[in-house]
């Protein structure tokens, strides 16, 4: 099931799901703003926060047919919503990992290595119990970090049974403080 865009115009749409914004994430798509304005570029945003798939995509699929774009960025949409764009083989690039199994280009922070990175530091510095919390997100960089951070540790320390070395919680200050008043 191919949608076929309208002829193409010089937006690039970003297709956004964060229900707040980073300031880091903030920043990285307010340069990217500029540097396509400087290029001659329109930019618009649709954003998706929170969204219902079934309603995300056939608000997604009506826009892809009514604006063909340059480019769509997605910037941390779910796995749905990655496949739905590269099922449509519309021009699309994602800002962020993709998911496993979905063939979009990208651009992003290698979070398994920085991950990674920070296991191997902590390590080397003689910490034995080391743990990472992490987001509930479940984002495609964010698993690729866990699982490098987790493989680092257990490479170093076998699993003991007392702690994860990965440790979801809520991604705020009550939330973290839950998760330590428990352990």
């Given at each position: 099931?191919?949608?076929?865009?309208s002829?193409?115009?010089?937006?690039?749409?970003?297709v956004?799901?964060?229900?707040?914004?980073?300031?880091?994430?903030?920043?990285?798509?307010?340069e990217?703003?500029?540097q396509?304005?400087?290029k001659?570029?329109?930019?618009?945003?649709h954003?998706?926060?929170r969204?219902?798939?079934?309603?995300?995509?056939?608000?997604?699929e009506?826009?892809?047919?009514?604006r063909?774009?340059?480019?769509?960025?997605?910037v941390?949409?779910?796995?749905?919503?990655?496949?739905l764009?590269?099922?449509?083989?519309v021009p699309?690039?994602?800002?962020?990992?993709?998911y496993?199994?979905i063939?979009?280009?990208?651009?992003?922070v290698?979070?398994?290595?920085?991950?990674?990175?920070a296991?191997?530091?902590?390590?080397?510095?003689?910490?034995?119990?080391?743990?990472?919390?992490?987001?509930?997100?479940?984002?495609?960089?964010?698993?690729?970090?866990?699982?490098a951070?987790e493989?680092?540790?257990?490479?170093?320390?076998?699993?003991?049974?007392?702690?994860?070395?990965?440790?979801?919680?809520d991604?705020?200050?009550e939330?973290?403080q839950?998760?330590?008043?428990?352990?």
């Open positions: 099931n191919q949608l076929i865009p002829p193409q115009s010089p937006h690039i749409l970003l956004h799901q964060f229900d707040f914004f980073l300031a880091s994430a903030t920043t990285f798509l307010r990217i703003e500029l396509l304005h400087a001659g570029f329109e930019v618009e945003w954003v998706e926060s969204p219902n798939y079934v309603a995300a995509r056939r608000r997604l009506k826009l892809v047919l009514q063909g774009s340059a480019c769509w960025l997605l941390s949409p779910p796995f749905e919503i990655h496949r764009f590269m099922q449509a083989k699309t690039l994602v800002a962020g990992m993709p496993p199994g063939d979009l280009p990208c651009i992003d290698d979070y398994r290595a920085v991950c990674r990175h296991a191997q530091t902590f390590l080397r510095y003689g910490h034995g119990r080391i743990i990472m919390f992490a987001p509930r997100s479940r984002m495609a960089g964010d698993l690729e970090g866990e699982q951070f493989e680092t540790v257990r490479q170093h320390h076998p699993p003991d049974g007392r702690l994860p070395p990965v440790i979801h919680c991604d705020r200050v939330g973290v839950n998760v330590l008043d428990k352990l």
